[in-house]
């Protein structure tokens, strides 16, 4: 029976060569020079440190276009509270992974909603999708492309 998976995933290696280029243009801005201006890189947090909010904000838009242009999606990131620690500003970016139970859920009622000849399961962190034909597989990756969920899709495992 053709079946495939729902997941949500990146590439960390990905993600840290875009923080080491966040970093690099951050150092050599203008509006940076004499700033301890950084990012930090801890499994699937990125923290920002510098000295006013604004610079974390500007530093989120140039994370933000690093990001977009080594193929991470945007919508998988989390922005934290700005918290100022003595001299400098902190603000915690979490980069989400894998589909959430809630998230998982509306697919699958999303599936179930539009009477597609598909059964969905949730499966820890990725939905599995089978039915027996491949059209129908096809049809529900088109609807899910079209619905505007707050997560980044994969289909993967597609299987025949």
Same mark, same amino acid.
């Given at each position: 029976?053709? =079946?495939?998976?729902? @997941? =949500?995933?990146?590439?960390?290696?990905?993600?840290? #060569?875009?923080?080491?280029? !966040?970093?690099?243009?951050?150092?050599?801005?203008?509006?940076?020079?004499?700033?301890?201006?950084?990012?930090?890189?801890?499994? #699937?947090?990125?923290?920002?440190? =510098?000295? =006013?909010?604004?610079?974390?904000?500007?530093?989120?838009?140039? @994370?933000?276009?690093?990001?977009?242009?080594?193929? +991470?999606? +945007?919508?998988?990131?989390?922005?934290?509270?700005?918290?100022?620690?003595?001299?400098?500003?902190?603000?915690?970016?979490?980069?989400? &992974?894998?589909?959430?139970? @809630?998230?998982?859920?509306?697919?699958?009622?999303? +599936?179930?909603?539009?009477?597609?000849? @598909?059964? !969905? !399961?949730? &499966?820890?962190?990725?939905?599995?999708?089978?039915?027996?034909?491949?059209?129908?597989?096809?049809?529900?990756? &088109?609807?899910?492309?079209?619905? &505007?969920?707050?997560?980044?899709?994969?289909?993967?495992?597609?299987?025949?």
């Amino acid at each position: 029976m053709p =079946s495939f998976d729902i @997941v =949500s995933e990146f590439d960390k290696h990905e993600l840290a #060569n875009a923080i080491d280029q !966040a970093n690099k243009e951050v150092d050599t801005r203008f509006d940076f020079k004499g700033t301890e201006s950084s990012f930090e890189l801890n499994d #699937n947090k990125v923290i920002m440190l =510098s000295e =006013s909010e604004f610079q974390l904000q500007q530093m989120f838009s140039v @994370v933000c276009s690093k990001l977009s242009r080594r193929g +991470i999606d +945007i919508n998988c990131l989390d922005l934290g509270v700005a918290k100022g620690s003595g001299k400098l500003m902190r603000q915690e970016l979490t980069v989400k &992974q894998g589909v959430d139970t @809630v998230l998982a859920k509306k697919i699958v009622k999303l +599936i179930k909603d539009k009477k597609m000849k @598909v059964q !969905a !399961a949730i &499966q820890g962190e990725q939905v599995r999708v089978t039915g027996k034909k491949r059209d129908d597989l096809q049809e529900v990756i &088109q609807m899910l492309r079209q619905e &505007q969920l707050d997560m980044p899709l994969q289909f993967t495992n597609f299987r025949d």
